[in-house]
């Protein structure tokens, strides 16, 4: 750290001292810290990124990678200085790159067959389950059956008829009319949906969804005979049909 020099010459006696106390008076005072410079290289990975594209020749929420991410790598020399051994500087004087990472993409499909965008009052809402096999009944409404039946293979995905606020996903606690697991969303709009017989939920109450987010899939939980969704629609918390809302499905 402090350069020392060695000086041939003629000096008094008073002014000599041994070498080894010199020493001791030299690190007593910190006179001799040595100071090392190195350099050292890495090669350091680059993870690659993640793009999703909507794609609107696939299916809604099929989801397709059409290029797979590959990570990169570059190669990073540090600067690295210590000065009796001890750290005191790190920097990168040098950054090569050897691989570009390649990023991963996904395509999201958006496609959705007609009819399966409803729209009422100032609601608009999509379709629940677009992977559905059929209707096997339409709500009856004020007194019979309280939402449309969407008949779908075991599993199939239930989305979010609409943004909103996720304000059940539990267990339908019913002796005769389970909906089994279920999840009921609140549009804040005045509208709210209701989607029963999951076989599994994928939300939480408390949870805000966005119009299509997935939430849970068909199933036959709860009161229910054969794989399907029990989609219920209010409007200021009354019931309402869906095939007023899909008049095309
Ligand atoms: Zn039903």
Known sequence: VHPLRLVDGIYPAVAVTPYGTLLDALRDSRLLQVKVTRYETVTKELPFETQTVEDADLDFGKTETVQAGQSGSEQVTSEIVTVDGAVVSCQAVDVQLLQAPVPEIIHRGTRLKSGMIGKLGTGSFLWPVPGYSGISRWANLPYGHRGVDITAPYGTPIYAADAGTV???QWHNHPTA??????EIDHGNGYKTLYGHMSSFVVQTGQTVTKGQLIGYVGATGTATGNHCHFEMYYNNALI?????FPDI
């Open 241 to 245: 049909s869906a095939r007023n809302v």
């Open 178 to 183: 389970s909906w089994g697991y279920y999840v």
């Open 167 to 169: 304000i059940a996903a």
